[in-house]
Nanobody
Framework: VQLQAFGGGLVQAGGSLRLPCAASGRTFSRYIMGWFRQAPGKEREFVAAISWSGASKDYADSNKGRFTISRDNAKNTVYLQMNSLKPEDTAVYYC??????????????????WGQGTQVTVSS
C-alpha cells in the first residue's frame, strides 16, 4: 500500500487542522492505520491508531480529547482531526499502515508502510 498524507499548514494556537492520508490499493480496509509525528531533534512519536473497522482507537496521552482519528474505507482514507492545537504539536505528521501488528500500535517498528509526512506548524 502507498500512503500520502496532506493537509498540513500553519495555524494559530487554539486552532484546528484536519489531516487526510490517502492510500492506494484495494485492500485498505484490512490495514491498521496509525498517525505519528516528529518534531525537530526528537524521535518520531505515536499520535493515534485505528483498527481496520474503525471500532478500536488508541491515542497518545498528550492529545486525548483534542485529536480524533477516523477512517473512510470506501475512500481509502484515514483522517486526523486536530483541535485546540498547541505550539508543542508542531511537527511533521506521518501516516502509517500495517496488516497485522506484531507489536504495540504505539511503536514505529510495528508499521511497514509510511507516507511522506506533512508539516504542521502551530504558532503561539
Amino acid at each position: 500500500v502507498q500512503l500520502q498524507a496532506f493537509g498540513g499548514g500553519l495555524v494559530q494556537a487554539g486552532g484546528s487542522l484536519r489531516l487526510p492520508c490517502a492510500a492506494s490499493g484495494r485492500t485498505f480496509s484490512r490495514y491498521i492505520m496509525g498517525w505519528f509525528r516528529q518534531a525537530p531533534g526528537k524521535e518520531r512519536e505515536f499520535v493515534a491508531a485505528i483498527s481496520w473497522s474503525g471500532a478500536s482507537k488508541d491515542y497518545a496521552d498528550s492529545n486525548k480529547g483534542r485529536f480524533t482519528i477516523s477512517r473512510d474505507n470506501a475512500k481509502n482514507t484515514v483522517y486526523l482531526q486536530m483541535n485546540s492545537l498547541k505550539p508543542e504539536d508542531t511537527a511533521v505528521y506521518y501516516c502509517a499502515a500495517e496488516l497485522s501488528l506484531g507489536g504495540s500500535s504505539y511503536s514505529t517498528k510495528s508499521y511497514t508502510y509510511w507516507g511522506q509526512g506533512t508539516q504542521v506548524t502551530v504558532s503561539s
